[in-house]
């Protein structure tokens, strides 16, 4: 599985040993494929004049007397000829094989249909906010992945696959586990079952809230997470701020301050106190846009990750890769939905 564009496969050796039948065969249905959708932009683009005509003339037309009743009959019949037209080119495309290139793409990603990140919050025996996912949904979610031939990669191989820093192609079924904020459930509550199902876990954390905040863990614990080798730990800002109002909040060179001091803080923080190269980035309440992204790259963020609901793809940018906020509901065909890359 390969995904983002930086990861894309390159076409392979027998596609440019095809018969030379087979490049004309593809020639002749790309024409047809070009002349049919040009055919398809020019009736649309007809209809919708007709229509924006329609509905300035019509309203005319109906208070008219029995003289104009013609004219919207002729309306009418038009826009229905159009549509029809427009029906039966979609059915006559459909009906072709894929374009050359679409061809090539699809064997190059063989089943690629993107990763899905699945990203937790907390952990308890009940649930206890909307962001609490009970250990025993949270087990069950290990064990469906583990009985259905799923592999949980690290996150960061996912990224450097993004990137374009790795040539080995991604496991068929890939998924991947994060963790924001760095709450106590996770020592608690997730690490026994990490432990036991051996799969790896990204934790994005603030550091205001390290053994600081009742609800968070110590720095040693999360110490202790890194010590079993199925832990990474990565940046989530220095306190977890709302860049929307803060942006509100703040004059354009205050602002501009506070998010610096937001993403470097965080990343100095993190690396003094666990040795690690901190270079992923989770966006607080999933809140970017193109200052922040810029900001985070020249901050030596390589990768920064929203809280989208749906799997990674092709076209993503690599600043902005979406995630599944996980439920306690998210479990039995939902989760299997989530998983699979069939779930919004």
């Not at 104009?68 to 029809?84: E, H, I, N, P, Y």
């Amino acid at each position: 599985m390969t995904v983002c564009p930086e990861g894309k496969t390159a076409p392979d050796s027998a596609s440019k040993n095809k018969p030379q039948s087979t490049h004309r065969f593809f020639s002749v249905h790309s024409v047809v494929r070009r002349w049919l959708l040009d055919l398809f932009c020019y009736l649309q683009a007809e209809v919708s004049i007709i229509n924006s005509v329609a509905v300035r003339l019509l309203p005319e037309i109906g208070s008219a007397a029995g003289r104009d009743a013609q004219a919207a009959g002729w309306l009418s019949w038009f826009r229905m000829k159009k549509s029809f037209l427009l029906l039966l080119i979609s059915v006559l495309l459909s009906g072709l094989p894929p374009a050359e290139g679409a061809v090539k793409d699809k064997k190059d990603t063989s089943g690629a249909e993107g990763v899905s990140i699945l990203l937790y919050h907390r952990f308890g025996p009940t649930v206890a906010g909307s962001m609490t996912v009970t250990t025993a949904v949270f087990e069950s979610q290990l064990r469906y992945l583990k009985n259905h031939g799923y592999t949980v990669i690290p996150l960061s191989r996912l990224v450097d696959n993004c990137r374009g820093k790795t040539a080995t192609p991604l496991p068929s079924k890939a998924v991947v586990l994060v963790a924001d904020d760095g709450h106590k459930s996770v020592y608690t509550c997730m690490l026994p079952l990490i432990k036991k199902y051996r799969v790896p876990v990204t934790l994005f954390l603030y550091p205001s809230a390290i053994s600081n905040a009742p609800y968070a863990m110590t720095w040693e614990q999360i110490r202790n997470l890194k010590r079993t080798g199925l832990f990474n730990l990565q940046g989530h800002t220095y306190w977890h701020p709302n860049f929307k109002m803060e942006k509100k909040r703040l004059s354009s060179a205050e602002y501009d301050k506070f998010v610096d001091m937001q993403l470097r803080k965080s990343k100095e923080k993190l690396e003094k106190e666990l040795g690690d190269t901190i270079n992923m980035l989770a966006w607080p309440f999933g809140i970017y846009d193109d200052q922040l992204v810029k900001k985070a790259a020249a901050a030596g963020y390589v990768a920064a990750f929203t809280i989208e609901r749906r799997p990674v793809r092709h076209s993503d940018n690599i600043m902005e890769l979406p995630r599944y906020l996980m439920r306690n509901k998210d479990s039995g065909n939902a989760f299997a939905a989530i998983v699979s890359g069939e779930s919004p």
